[in-house]
């Protein structure tokens, strides 16, 4: 085993990491940039590193501090996180090099499923169902004639892509140029890569996923499924498992898929395949592969009885996977909301500021990941997500019934949060019947929110009443000499 592990993130996934190594006996080393000197990772940590200033460049995203802090602190091992570094293969290979092991999959599997259009071709190849569609075409008429092929609506989707950037819908033909060129725009900004591959648009998704896990030793298998399918922008904000769209004999189709996709680039460690699922035809398409811990992570664990960071960590230390697929079943209901600092009613746009107060709900089968605490500071500089409030229970219902709880019981003042948003989508019949497809907080719950609310309208017509009186009063008392006369009174007397 290690003796020390250098976290290379923030936030709650790095305390969320310190707890397994601490639970395992090993030492941890936080690193921090300028905006989070005070931040809770920093404090939780056996020791912490300095990187720089606030922007991620200068810091978390610095490939050449990162391994100098981990050789200085005499570090064994670096655990990337999510986002950041964690699916950059030229950081894990680095890691590597400085004779360090990087707790994840290898730098070729990284490589490998790094690209859309590329991993789609490996995926088909292995005979992991794809979304019908093509890749490695150049010219408009090619475009034109695959879209055709494939069916109106067609999504362009860029090869490097990532953050849901360079993704077109395209309804009709004559969209077609228009989004082919603003798509390979954004993608060789953003990407440096302006390669785009197009497939049929699944208008009523589901994103249904499948958590893989394996170790060095050629042991692979999957621990279930977590339907992701309430997303804001292309991005998850609750996720919950098991899906209520899988029958059984669905979820080992789905789970054998993942297993040979996974195999296909001889993966270890943790890792997550997405698919998209069409509930009309009950077919489920590869999307991409995450070759990292996910944010959701939780609500496997609670309902397959796993500890996955342990895992990740004994498994990078060369330890075998003990357990086969038969070994593992999924019991009760797990739902995680992320708790974002950030105003639903606005666009989801972050919200900054210090955290005046901070209560975190309590109780049997509620766990909160966090990486705040009361007086600390949401800055703009990273993703505003506070915590993750995860709950488990018997079944759906249950689960249901304690996150609403929970939510309730959770206390935030200071800065602006998605609490009351995600109360809203949990009460919802939509939700409740397993209908939240991936673009249904965009076209069923926003467009529903922007009717007005029943406070407002009363507001409205309690202000127009006044106005009403206030100019009834007048033009009644227009020719009135008394001051004391009735009709001067201006609270709405009448006669
Ligand atoms: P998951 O599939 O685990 O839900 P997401 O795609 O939502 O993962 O991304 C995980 C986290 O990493 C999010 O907080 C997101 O903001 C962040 N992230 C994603 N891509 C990047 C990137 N290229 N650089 C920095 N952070 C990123
Ligand atoms: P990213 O790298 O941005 O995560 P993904 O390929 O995983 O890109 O897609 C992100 C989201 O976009 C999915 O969760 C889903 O909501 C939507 N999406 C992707 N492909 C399709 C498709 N063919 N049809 C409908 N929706 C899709
Ligand atoms: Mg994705």
Redesign the pocket.
Known sequence: MFTKILIANRGEIAIRIMRACKELGVRTVAVYSDADQNALHVEFADEAVHLGASA?KASY?NVDKLIQAALQTKADAIHPG???L?ENAAFAAAVESANLKFIGPSADSIRAMGDKAESKILMKKAGVPTVPGFEGLEAEAEFKKAAQEIGYPVLIKASAG??GKGMRVVNQASELKEALDSASYEALNAFGDQRLLIEKYIAEAHHIEIQVFGDEHGNLIHLFERE?SVQRRH??IIEETPSVLLTPELRAQIGAAAVTAAKTVNYYNAG?I?FIFDAHTAQYYFLEM?T?L???HPVTELVAGIDLVQWQIKIAAGEKFPFAQADFRQRGHAIECRVYAEDSANGFLPSTGKLLQYIEPRGLGVRVDSGFAKGKEVTHFY?P?LAKLIVSAENRAAAIQKMQNALKEFIVHGVTTNLDFMQTVIAHADFRDGKATTNWVENVLLAKESEPALEHILAAALAELTLVNASAVRSESKNETDPYSPWKTPNGFRN
């Open positions: 991620p995203l999510y986002g950041f964690s990532g953050g992701c991005q998850k997550t997405e995450n990292r996910q944010v959701e993703d997500l």
